[in-house]
């Protein structure tokens, strides 16, 4: 679980983050959403270490990481893996070489475990046959599960995404969210995705954070977002006229579960 708690983060005059808390809950996809200048990526950017917060506090499990010696820090960023939004390869090293980086960076054992690891990594998001391929080579969708088998290659606690499916056609943007959901259950990972894709937003996210002007404004998770009625998270989601039916339609099918009913009649 990552938390935090009151954090403000400026440049100068200008005041990006002016208080904000919210939890990312382990074993779930955590996704933080808002139009551009919401704040969403320095919000980010300070969850990983890039930008020191200048109030308030991040907790990785419990542990302050902006009260952490620098040594304490590295530690934490052993346990974190990121997909980056263009992927980020070498264009220079093979998918099995990019794949290695990280293990060759901060992982222990001989060649032959490495290599294996990264194997056991490219045939979990289907790319072992492409080990020696160089990233020219593939389309965009395997950049990115080339991406993500490096993300997760030192078996990660956390694991961070900026914009996964960026430049990708809907087709594959599923694929990738359909990946990230897999691998966030099957090692009980905390992800956080910072994404614009509202097929992401209503696919796969477990738990939701949405920014506005730099504040959290709602929080809730998929399936809470269809019957929300915050008009500022309403207007971003449902924008179009196709999207607002499509949430009208949502709604009818899931309030024909009982357990849905019996909660809108609490709430």
Not at 87 to 116: H, Q, W, Y
């Amino acid at each position: 679980m990552i938390e935090l708690v009151n954090i403000k983060k400026g440049f100068g005059d200008k005041i990006i983050l002016p208080d904000v808390s919210a939890v990312m809950e382990t074993g779930k996809v955590n996704l933080i959403i808002g139009s551009s200048g919401s704040g969403k990526t320095v919000m980010m950017k300070c969850m990983v270490g890039l930008m020191p917060v200048d109030e308030g506090k991040i907790l990785y499990d419990g542990r302050d990481f902006t009260n952490m010696s620098e040594h304490e820090k590295k530690e934490v960023r052993q346990q974190i893996g990121m997909l980056f939004q263009g992927s980020a390869l070498f264009d220079s090293m093979t998918v099995e070489e990019n794949v290695m980086f990280p293990l060759e960076m901060f992982g222990k054992g001989s060649i032959k475990d490495k290599r294996n690891r990264v194997m056991e990594c490219l045939e979990r998001v289907q790319l072992k046959d492409a080990a020696k391929k160089y990233p020219a080579e593939i389309s965009g969708g395997m950049k990115k599960r080339v991406g993500i088998a490096r993300a997760i290659v030192l078996n990660p606690k956390y694991l961070f995404c900026d914009e996964p499916n960026s430049g990708l056609d809907p087709q594959t943007s599923l694929l990738i969210d359909k990946l990230i959901k897999e691998l966030t259950l099957e090692y009980n990972i905390t992800t956080v995705i910072n994404t614009h894709d509202m097929n992401t937003v209503m696919e796969s996210g477990d738990h939701i954070v949405y920014m506005y002007k730099g504040r959290k404004q709602w929080e809730g998770s998929n399936k809470e977002i269809i019957f929300s009625k915050d008009e500022k998270l309403n207007d971003f989601i449902f924008a179009s006229d196709f999207l607002r039916d499509a949430k009208e339609m949502r709604q009818m099918e899931m309030f024909q579960s009982q357990d849905w009913r019996n909660k809108l009649k609490k709430d």
